[in-house]
């Protein structure tokens, strides 16, 4: 087979072009950090990308999901403790009413401390976080008691069907993030409340000690829903938990498919950057350029 100038001016070319597309690669790779910069440059690993990518994405939004749960968790503690204080505070004064020592003003000035602990509550009761009332269930666009005097708590506040506020923290596993609107703020709570202001300002006592057995139980509900909400709340911190190190491995598992190996990287690009003056160096020597490079 004879081989011609033009053959040998062409395969040089040709190597020349594919060193530089090589360089391009390497470079390419050195720049962005990725091994690809378009699914063409390698299919397989644009797909699986795409497929671990999701993963990561589906865990930050559970990581965000959580973020919500804990605000409304939060926020209803916080709320629950409040209105511990303010019905333990009713309590106190109550027993205090309870002495024969006390005036009818005497009765009367604590009638008025109740009253203003009783609009208290329903301050608490009606909180709002993001513009959601957190203890009306998923009732969250009206309040669950009215400010009148007395007041008076939603209808639905015992309904089952509002008790489940939930937020979905993990694939196909939801927690409920609300407390039990029934429990904590009931008609029953503040009628109780209620009874005790009206009773120490007519300047009667007679009552008192069935009221504060009523106040008691409310008290009684008040907390074991403060524990149960203390239980779904550690629950959710080992989920969230279980989520950072899924987080880790799924950042981990894509990084290790698209992520170049800077060092390998930067070797492969000196060492094409050698073989491609090389070339240059050969092509030259080989290609004729002039009549003159037949006549030295």
Do not use: C
Request: glycine share 6%.
């Amino acid at each position: 087979m004879r081989i011609t100038q033009s053959m040998l001016s062409g395969n040089s070319l040709r190597h020349i072009s594919n060193g530089y597309e090589k360089m391009q690669k390497y470079q390419d790779q050195i720049s962005t950090g990725k091994k690809i910069t378009k699914p063409s440059d390698d299919p397989v690993v644009a797909m699986k990308g795409m497929y671990y990518r999701s993963g990561v994405t589906e865990v930050e939004q559970y990581q965000r999901n959580l973020s919500e749960a804990y605000v409304w968790m939060d926020n209803s503690e916080a709320g629950i403790e409040q209105a511990n204080d303010g019905l333990q505070r009713i309590r106190e004064l109550t027993l205090q009413a309870k002495n024969d020592t006390n005036t009818e003003d005497d009765r009367k000035s604590i009638a008025k401390e109740i009253e203003q602990l009783k609009q208290d509550l329903v301050n608490i009761a009606n909180t709002q976080v993001n513009g959601k009332y957190i203890f009306h269930g998923t009732d969250v666009s009206n309040p669950p008691v009215t400010s009148d005097n007395p007041p008076t708590v939603a209808e639905n506040i015992m309904d089952p069907a509002i008790n489940n506020y939930s937020v979905e923290v993990s694939r196909g596993v939801s927690l409920r993030a609300n407390i039990n609107p029934g429990t904590v703020f009931s008609q029953e709570m503040f009628d109780v409340v209620q009874s005790i202001q009206t009773s120490l300002e007519n300047g009667d006592s007679s009552e008192l000690d069935s009221l504060l057995g009523r106040l008691d139980t409310s008290l009684d509900s008040l907390n074991g829903e403060r524990a149960e909400l203390g239980a779904r709340y550690n629950r959710l911190e080992m989920v969230e938990s279980r989520l950072d190190q899924q987080s880790v491995v799924a950042t981990k598992i894509l990084s290790e498919n698209e992520d170049v190996d800077m060092e390998k990287a930067i070797t492969d690009l000196t060492v094409q950057e050698s073989v491609h003056r090389a070339a240059l160096s050969v092509g030259a020597r080989i290609m004729q350029t002039s009549l003159m490079d037949f006549l030295r």
